[in-house]
C-alpha cells in the first residue's frame, strides 16, 4: 500500500500544498487525500470584494475539482480531530481518514477578544458565506435610510481586512448612492498599525477621500444589539497576534461620549486558532491555540505537519511567520516538497519567509509599499492598481490555469 499523505484545509497554505505535493512526489510514491469543510478554494485577500459586487465570487471562488489532479481524493468534512496515536483525522460527520503523513492548515477563526457581546453582534470575513452576509447587510441598511437619517456601518479594526472592507463599502455606497455612514474604528494609534509612517499616511488619505470616517487609539469595550461602546484600556487588546482579553465590564467607564450607534458591524480586528485545534493532539499556543511548528513545517509529532495560519512557523530569534497570505503562499511551496521528502525518508528543507512588500485595495485605488525590486518606497495609481491585480492574478494562475486568471483581471 502506497504512503497516505493528508492535507486539511484549502486555503492558501492548503490549497499550495497540494499543488506543490503533486509536482514534487512521483507517481506510485504515495497517495494524496485533501479535506476541508469548503470544496472550494477562497481568493480571501481578495473577497472583500464580494461585499461590492456578489458575482465577483465567481473569481474569488475556485472549485477544488479545478485545482487538485484527477488522482488526487477529495473529502468534504470539518476536521474536528487529529489522533496521532491511530493515525487518523476524524471529521464533524463521522468520517475518519488514515494517514501516514498529516498537513494542518486549517487556517484561523476571527479572534473577539473576550470584547462582551462582539461575538454575538459583529460580521465577519472569513468566509464566503461572510462575504455575502456582508453584503446583504450593507444592501439593506443602506435600502432602509434616508438622507437624513443616513445608515452607519462600523468596521472594527484598520488591519489589511479592514481597510479593504471599508473601501468596497464605499465604493458600494458610491454605486448605488445609498446614504451609508462608514466608521473604521482602530484601538491602536493609526490605521495599519505598527507599519511605515508614510503607507499609514498613503491610506489614511484614500480613506478620507472615500468618505470614510477613521478613529484611533479608541479601543472597543463592549458591544450591544445597537452601538458599539468606546473608551476600554489598551490592555483589552492585543493586535493581531491573536492575544487579548477584554477588562472586566465593571471597570470600564461607558460614558454617552463614547457610544457609537449602528446598523452593520463588521469586526476584523485580529485572528486565533480554531477551537477544534486545541484538541489536536500535537503542541499548540496556550493562549492562541495556533499549533508550534519548525522551520520545515514539523510539529511535536514528526508525522503532522503545519502552515499557515494554523501555525506559529519558528523563523529564528524567538520570532515566527507573519499569518499573512504571502507567507502561506510562500510556506506552501516548500511544504508540498517535505511531505514529498518526508514520505522518502529524505532531509527535510527549512523554510524562512521572505517579505515581498504590501499591497492594499482602498475601494477602486491600490497602494503598493516595500515592494521587492521597485525604487519607491510607497506609491498609488495605476502602477499600485495592476500589481495588486497582478499578483491575485498570478496566484489564480498558479493553482488553476492562465485561463481562470485573465477572467479575473478585471476584478481583482
Given at each position: 500500500m502506497s504512503t497516505q499523505v493528508v492535507v486539511v484545509g484549502a486555503g492558501y497554505a492548503g490549497a499550495g500544498t497540494v499543488k506543490s505535493f503533486e509536482n514534487a512526489i512521483e507517481p506510485g510514491e504515495a497517495e494524496l487525500t485533501w479535506v476541508s469543510e469548503h470544496d472550494y478554494h477562497l481568493v480571501l485577500h481578495e473577497a472583500h470584494r464580494v461585499i461590492r459586487k456578489p458575482e465577483v465570487e465567481s473569481k474569488v471562488a475556485i472549485p477544488v475539482e479545478e485545482i487538485k489532479a484527477d488522482d488526487t481524493d477529495f473529502v468534504k468534512g470539518r476536521v474536528t480531530e487529529v489522533d496521532t496515536d491511530e493515525r487518523v483525522v476524524r471529521t464533524r460527520d463521522g468520517e475518519e481518514v488514515d494517514y501516514d503523513y498529516l498537513l494542518v492548515a486549517v487556517g484561523s477563526a476571527t479572534a473577539f477578544f473576550g470584547i462582551d457581546g462582539l461575538r454575538e453582534h459583529a460580521l465577519t470575513l472569513k468566509s464566503l458565506d461572510d462575504a455575502r452576509e456582508i453584503h446583504r447587510a450593507v444592501r439593506e441598511a443602506g435600502e432602509e435610510a434616508t438622507t437624513t437619517d443616513p445608515a452607519t456601518v462600523i468596521v472594527g479594526g484598520a488591519g489589511l481586512s479592514g481597510i479593504q472592507s471599508a473601501g468596497e463599502i464605499a465604493e458600494f455606497r458610491d454605486d448605488h448612492k445609498a446614504p451609508i455612514d462608514i466608521e473604521l474604528v482602530e484601538g491602536l494609534d493609526s490605521v495599519f498599525p505598527n507599519n511605515?509612517?508614510?503607507?499609514?499616511?498613503?491610506?489614511?488619505?484614500?480613506?478620507?477621500?472615500?468618505?470614510?470616517?477613521?478613529?484611533?487609539?479608541?479601543?472597543?469595550?463592549?458591544?450591544?444589539?445597537?452601538?458599539?461602546?468606546?473608551?476600554?484600556?489598551?490592555?483589552?487588546?492585543?493586535?493581531?497576534?491573536?492575544?487579548?482579553?477584554?477588562p472586566e465590564e465593571e471597570e470600564i467607564d461607558f460614558s454617552d461620549d463614547l457610544v457609537m450607534d449602528y446598523d452593520v458591524l463588521l469586526w476584523t480586528g485580529g485572528i486565533t486558532g480554531h477551537e477544534e485545534v486545541e484538541e489536536f493532539d500535537v503542541d499548540a499556543d496556550d493562549r492562541t491555540g495556533r499549533v508550534y511548528a519548525e522551520s520545515t513545517f514539523e510539529t511535536s509529532d514528526d508525522r503532522v505537519f503545519a502552515i499557515g495560519d494554523t501555525a506559529l512557523v519558528e523563523q529564528g530569534d524567538d520570532e515566527v511567520a507573519p499569518p499573512t497570505a504571502q507567507a502561506a503562499w510562500q510556506a506552501a511551496e516548500v511544504a508540498g516538497e517535505n511531505l514529498a521528502r518526508a514520505v522518502r525518508g529524505a532531509p527535510l528543507k527549512s523554510w524562512q519567509h521572505e517579505d515581498k512588500g504590501t499591497l492594499i485595495s482602498v475601494g477602486e485605488e491600490a497602494i503598493a509599499h516595500d515592494v521587492q525590486g521597485v525604487p519607491i518606497n510607497t506609491f498609488g495609481g495605476p502602477g499600485a492598481k495592476v500589481l495588486k491585480k497582478g499578483v491575485a492574478s498570478r496566484w489564480i494562475a498558479d493553482i488553476t490555469g492562465i485561463g481562470r486568471a485573465v477572467n479575473a483581471w478585471s476584478d481583482m
Open positions: 511605515d509612517p508614510e503607507v499609514q499616511g498613503a491610506i489614511r488619505k484614500r480613506l478620507l477621500e472615500k468618505d470614510v470616517g477613521i478613529h484611533t487609539g479608541e479601543f472597543i469595550s463592549k458591544v450591544d444589539e445597537h452601538a458599539v461602546y468606546l473608551g476600554g484600556a489598551e490592555e483589552a487588546y492585543y493586535g493581531e497576534d491573536g492575544n487579548g482579553s477584554a
